[in-house]
């Protein structure tokens, strides 16, 4: 009886009521065009997820393990390979429990299977070695390959990605196969994500065109001898959802899905695209969102900046972005792990959203890298005072697993109708101001035409100096090193000059961060080094006794796998023995580097004969572990122990205490910096081996530095002071 209350609550039943037989026809087209729109709308859809599920699933592999994958993507971001960055690709492409684990990740997200490739050499074939699939018992599957005989092979082994229906198990599942590269290009393996069987996505459609089919031909049998007074009214539904369906296919928003709460043949196929729609606002949802902080991510950030910036240049709506950095997060995952940075992370998002209200839209764009968009018209002042309530927020501490955390931040503010013609140009100019907030940090700066200049100064030097490298146009000057009991030369420091034939004169201190920061310290160092063994050779011919030649060597030139390389050849074509040479190294070497790593380099350095300094003691991160088992032979120490030494009396012991115990580990000590008698005086009767700085003499030309080096050997010592 039920049953036939709901018959007559169906199309099938209100059409036979009107008994019109042109019905017939019209309910025909009309099913067979909604049938063919959901068919159409599961196809894009369908596209739509295996693409995102591929998006995400490289996206995941180049972040969870940046250290051995990088992703390959085209124009569109589209995945194209995963690129293995070291030369292991037997150890990189081994199952793991971190693989393992992030499939399942994979897996979990697309709502479908992944598994990981590794092409065998001798077969030409693609063997499985992880794969999210289980036997019922939770077991391994047994071996799989993809051979030639496969869809997806012939693109794979051409170092292409797959997308399409590819067997598994007896059925076809739709799958994303993306080839793994070797760092070499060549292809490695593949890394292989689907969506689920073709038959089971489709489920919707194949119900609903039986469903079609019989309500079709029932109105056909039944309606036939009957007009078509009342079929338009009838016929309206479908056409909406038809025209719903269209919309959705092409991306135009449209509401909520109507006659969803229907229960009849027009509620099923409602239904069928509501499902189809929440689909897509999930996968939207894993595309534009920050898994660990449920912020905005990257791709939502440009979206929403973009409009921003078009409602501000219009007028309609006034806008300010902020960029907000914590200082120095990189410490905290190192000192207590990426679990406690994340739940950091949370924390401080969390106060972004309450201090910046419901209006701001924010996005996390990096590790600890937030945006804030506010569209409520604020001033400049006003800007920066939500800036400063954001870093104050931070302020607080943090209370985590691992204990109390206090963080500081910095903000760079744009003013989008003022500072910003497109997005590009807004995104860059809130960074330029971040990056001068982050020079001194727990700061806010707003974006001035300044920076800007400053950014395209640097830019220009940069270019300069690449040339004056090129052109060896860099020059040296030479400061002693004193023995101030004797005012007899100790050494001399090799310091980078730099004359420009029409920007006359340029300061290191602007020069060597730009070149830095722009990767030529490398070229450069190797330049100022093979200067100084020139000029040690020129010296030796002339039988100036200079003792040793100290050359600055940054971190980053240091830990260039050819730079004991450079510093044996540089002496070889020289003719120096290796005891001229002194290379000095800041306390900064020891950050992030492993200490057998910084052991080995260092040793194999002593080994060329050279003497090893470590610079600015007392002002990094050297420890008694390191001073007592790597191999220097002489501690230069930080201008800010010398400062004022001769009126401060906690100076004077702290400066003992630094003697002392360089002695004591058989270190020769340089103290520099020094620039008065009184500050001479005072290191002298405290014993010392040699002291550099302007007191002696600034730093001069290899052609004065002979004079100058006999003129201070006739000079009387300064005077004995009093010390504590």
């Known amino acids: 009886m039920s049953g036939f209350f709901s018959f007559l609550k169906g199309t099938t039943a209100r059409a036979t009521a009107l008994l019109v037989l042109i019905v017939s026809v019209s309910i025909l087209i009309t099913a067979t065009l909604g049938y063919f729109k959901l068919y159409e709308v599961t196809a894009t859809n369908s596209a739509i997820r295996?693409?995102?599920?591929?998006?995400?699933?490289?996206?995941?592999?180049?972040?969870?393990?940046?250290?051995?994958?990088?992703?390959?993507?085209?124009?569109?971001?589209?995945?194209?390979?995963?690129?293995?960055?070291?030369?292991?690709?037997?150890?990189?492409?081994?199952?793991?429990?971190?693989?393992?684990?992030?499939?399942?990740?994979?897996?979990?997200?697309?709502?479908?299977?992944a598994n990981l490739f590794r092409l065998n050499p001798e077969t030409q074939a693609?063997?499985?070695?992880?794969?999210?699939?289980?036997?019922?018992?939770g077991s391994m599957p047994p071996p799989m390959s993809i051979g030639i005989l496969h869809p997806a092979y012939d693109n794979l082994i051409n170092n292409r990605p797959h997308l399409g229906e590819v067997?598994?198990?007896?059925?076809?599942?739709?799958?994303?196969?993306?080839?793994?590269?070797?760092?070499?290009?060549?292809?490695?393996g593949a890394l292989a994500v689907d969506v689920g069987w073709v038959d089971d996505l489709v489920a919707a459609k194949t119900e609903l065109r039986w469903q079609i089919i019989v309500a079709a031909g029932l109105i056909l049998v039944l309606v036939a001898a009957f007009g078509a007074a009342g079929m338009g009214a009838e016929m309206k539904p479908l056409r909406v959802l038809a025209r719903y369906a269209d919309d959705l296919a092409a991306g135009v928003p449209s509401g909520a899905v109507p006659y969803s709460t229907r229960d009849d043949e027009i509620g099923a196929l409602a239904q069928g695209l509501k499902r189809v729609v929440a689909l897509q606002d999930k996968l939207a949802h894993l595309?534009?969102?920050?898994?660990?902080?449920?912020?905005?991510?990257?791709?939502?950030?440009l979206s929403d900046l973009d409009t921003a910036l078009r409602e501000s240049l219009s007028g309609k709506r006034k806008w300010a972005l902020i960029h907000l950095d914590l200082d120095k997060f990189k410490k905290i995952n190192d000192a207590y792990g990426q679990t406690a940075g994340d739940s950091l992370l949370k924390e401080v998002a969390s106060r972004i959203k309450e201090t910046a209200g419901d209006g701001a839209r924010i996005a996390r764009l990096a590790a600890d890298h937030f945006t804030i968009l506010i569209g409520d018209g604020r001033s400049t002042d006003q800007a920066s005072a939500l800036a400063g309530k954001l870093l104050s927020a931070l302020h607080q501490p943090i209370e985590l697993r691992a204990g109390e955390f206090h963080v500081t931040g910095s903000a760079g503010i744009v003013l989008l109708q003022h500072d910003a013609r497109d997005a590009d140009e807004a995104h860059r100019n809130a960074g330029l101001a971040l990056r001068k907030a982050k020079a001194t940090g727990d700061r806010a700066v707003i974006f001035s035409s300044e920076l800007h200049d400053e950014s395209e100064n640097n830019i220009r030097i940069e270019r300069m100096l690449r040339l004056a490298i090129q052109e060896r146009e860099i020059e040296i000057h030479f400061q002693p090193q004193i023995d101030p009991a004797t005012n007899q030369l100790a050494g001399v420091e090799a310091l980078a000059r730099w004359t420009h034939p029409a920007e006359g004169p340029i300061s290191p201190g602007l020069f060597i961060p730009i070149a830095e920061s722009s990767g030529q310290i490398v070229d450069l160092g190797t330049l100022i080094l093979d200067l100084a063994c020139e000029q040690a050779a020129k010296?030796?011919?002339?039988?100036?006794?200079?003792?040793?030649?100290?050359?600055?060597?940054?971190?980053?030139?240091?830990?260039?796998?050819?730079?004991?390389?450079?510093v044996k050849d540089a002496l070889k074509r020289h003719g120096l023995s290796g005891n001229e040479i002194c290379i000095e190294i800041t306390e900064g070497v020891f950050v992030d580097q492993?200490?057998?790593?910084?052991?080995?380099?260092?040793?194999?350095?002593?080994?060329?004969?050279?003497?090893?300094?470590?610079d600015d003691?007392?002002?990094?991160?050297?420890?008694?572990?390191?001073?007592?088992?790597?191999?220097?032979?002489?501690?230069?120490?930080?201008?800010?122990?010398?400062?004022?030494?001769?009126?401060?009396v906690r100076k004077q012991k702290v400066l003992r205490g630094i003697l002392e115990l360089g002695r004591g580990l058989g270190f020769s000590i340089v103290i520099e910096g020094a620039e008065t008698g009184e500050e001479v005086a005072v290191i002298r009767q405290m014993g010392c081996d040699a002291i550099q700085g302007f007191y002696y003499s600034r730093p001069a030309p290899?052609?004065?530095?002979?004079?100058?080096?006999?003129?201070?050997?006739?000079?009387?010592?300064?005077s004995d002071a009093r010390t504590a």
Do not use: C
């Open 50 to 113: 295996i693409d995102r599920a591929a998006r995400a699933a490289t996206a995941l592999f180049a972040e969870r393990l940046a250290s051995e994958f990088t992703a390959i993507r085209d124009e569109n971001g589209r995945p194209q390979a995963l690129q293995l960055k070291g030369t292991d690709t037997e150890a990189a492409l081994s199952f793991r429990q971190d693989h393992d684990a992030l499939l399942k990740e994979i897996g979990a997200i697309n709502q479908g299977a």
């Open 126 to 137: 693609f063997d499985r070695f992880a794969t999210t699939f289980r036997k019922p018992d």
């Open 167 to 188: 067997p598994v198990m007896g059925r076809l599942r739709l799958a994303y196969l993306t080839p793994i590269q070797a760092a070499s290009g060549a292809v490695a």
């Open 287 to 301: 595309a534009y969102t920050d898994s660990l902080t449920g912020l905005s991510n990257r791709g939502r950030y």
């Open 539 to 566: 010296w030796r011919e002339k039988n100036f006794d200079f003792k040793h030649i100290s050359v600055n060597v940054s971190p980053i030139q240091l830990w260039q796998s050819n730079f004991v390389a450079v």
């Open 594 to 614: 492993s200490e057998r790593r910084i052991e080995t380099v260092l040793s194999a350095i002593r080994e060329l004969g050279v003497l090893l300094s470590l």
């Open 617 to 648: 003691f007392g002002s990094g991160y050297s420890s008694l572990g390191y001073l007592n088992r790597l191999p220097f032979d002489q501690l230069k120490v930080d201008r800010s122990f010398v400062s004022d030494i001769d009126t401060d």
């Open 702 to 718: 290899a052609l004065l530095i002979p004079e100058v080096v006999k003129k201070i050997a006739r000079s009387q010592p300064a």
